[in-house]
């Protein structure tokens, strides 16, 4: 297995990627629930959207695990910007989802509420743990996944947060939960996604992680992920 960071000619296998394996994701889905009626502009939303994050170094990191044979990707993360002392971007998802439309399959209530929910929860939650590293999406081929490499993708950011001595963060559904805690990273509290006028039938809970043993240097936690 090779971890690299991922540059402009990895856009369309990371898409087909993502593609792939994030359809049965709960925010994917609650996202773009019409994507399937839409399956070719979907198809060129998303790779319209890699190409920006690879366009954009100043803001996002793209990692991927990759088959040393092939070359092809199987697992891939979406990073902030790896520029120590730096806080992850308060308007990238805003960046991503106000691209995206009805055409593509996006429902816009259902971005509104997600987008709304990120705000209230960054100034809830993330604030008193200062420059962090925020990983926005990881995803592995579904039939790559148990295999390790999306814990090689993690550990290779865990490294880099110890590297600048900052924390770690991200948002995940309940069945990531799980995985980030095998990781290391602790439950800080939850997001209800609600849209307007959905109130008690369709919502989306995501739980908010935070791993600090880089910023913190906790060493039995790093030696696990062979860190130090």
Same mark, same amino acid.
């Given at each position: ?20 394996? @994030? /359809? +049965? ?7 773009? $629930?019409?994507?399937? *009626?839409?399956?070719? #502009?979907?198809? &060129? =939303? ?50 991503? @989802? /106000? +691209? ?7 429902? $816009?209530?259902?971005? *509104?509420?997600?987008? #709304?929910?990120? &705000? =209230? ?51 995940? /559904? ?55």
């Amino acid at each position: 297995m090779e971890v690299r960071t991922a540059t402009f000619s990895d856009s369309q296998p990371i898409s087909n990627l993502l593609l792939t394996a @994030l /359809s +049965s994701e709960p925010q994917w889905q609650y996202l773009f $629930p019409d994507r399937h *009626a839409h399956t070719s #502009a979907h198809a &060129s =939303r998303i790779n319209s959207v890699v190409a920006h994050c690879l366009n954009s170094p100043t803001d996002w990191t793209i990692t991927i695990a990759e088959d040393p044979k092939t070359k092809t990707p199987l697992s891939v993360a979406v990073w902030s910007t790896c520029t120590p002392g730096a806080e992850p971007s308060p308007t990238a998802y805003t960046d991503i @989802l /106000s +691209s995206c439309g009805p055409e593509d399959g996006t429902k $816009p209530s259902h971005a *509104a509420a997600y987008l #709304a929910a990120i &705000s =209230r929860g960054r100034e809830k939650y993330f604030t008193g743990f200062g420059p962090r590293l925020h990983l926005y999406l990881i995803a592995t081929h579904p039939r790559q996944q148990g295999r390790g490499y999306a814990q090689a993708l993690v550990a290779w950011g865990l490294k880099k947060a110890a590297e600048q001595k900052v924390a770690a963060s991200t948002l995940v /559904s309940a069945k990531g939960y799980v995985f980030f805690s095998g990781l290391g990273f602790k439950d800080v509290g939850l997001m209800q996604v609600v849209g307007e006028g959905e109130e008690g039938r369709e919502e989306l809970v995501v739980k908010v992680m935070v791993n600090t043993s880089g910023r913190d240097r906790r060493p039995s936690v790093l030696r696990f992920l062979g860190l130090e």
